[in-house]
């Protein structure tokens, strides 16, 4: 008895859609269609930009090997110079501070300054654009007299195939 149930379903599955497809198809025709469409906003981030102009003068480091160079030149040039023992060590000392001191200020003239152009951005509101996006058609028709209207993804033309049903009489 269990089996009747099975059976009573699987016969409704199989002659459902026969009893469907035996349905007759009418034209009817179509008197109305109208584009439906959806806006869609899209947000475009921004960001407003200006250019600096910064000015760096001289050189970062600190390399003191032309000062202790002119310090070891003037050092030799005053010891050449010096007549006996004492002058020439006088004269040694001296030559190196002062070839020292002439060579770092001649250094520090010759730093060039430079510049530099800086780009700095910043976020800023965004802008909204809007599109329409078709998202189907409001279709009129009339059938045997009477109007109706539905919603299709497509545009039916003049024409709009239905399936018309029977109905019993009451």
Do not use: W
């Amino acid at each position: 008895m269990k089996l009747l149930p099975v059976i009573f379903t699987l016969s409704a599955m199989v002659t459902a859609p026969a009893i469907a497809y035996n349905q007759p198809i009418e034209y009817a025709r179509v008197t109305k269609v109208e584009p439906i469409y959806r806006t869609i906003a899209t947000h475009r981030p921004q960001q407003v930009c200006h250019t600096e102009t910064v000015q760096y003068r001289g050189h970062t480091s600190q390399d003191k090997t032309p000062v202790v160079l002119g310090a070891i030149v003037g050092g030799a040039l005053g010891h050449a110079i010096g007549h006996n023992k004492s002058n020439k060590r006088v004269g040694m000392a001296a030559g190196a501070i002062l070839g020292g001191a002439v060579v770092n200020d001649v250094q520090r003239q010759n730093r060039q300054s430079h510049v530099v152009h800086q780009q700095h951005c910043r976020p800023t509101n965004s802008s909204v654009e809007y599109r329409n996006v078709l998202e189907g058609y409001e279709v009129s028709y009339k059938l045997r007299g009477r109007h109706y209207q539905t919603v299709l993804d497509y545009d039916p033309g003049p024409r709009l195939p239905v399936q018309v049903r029977a109905r019993r009489g009451y």
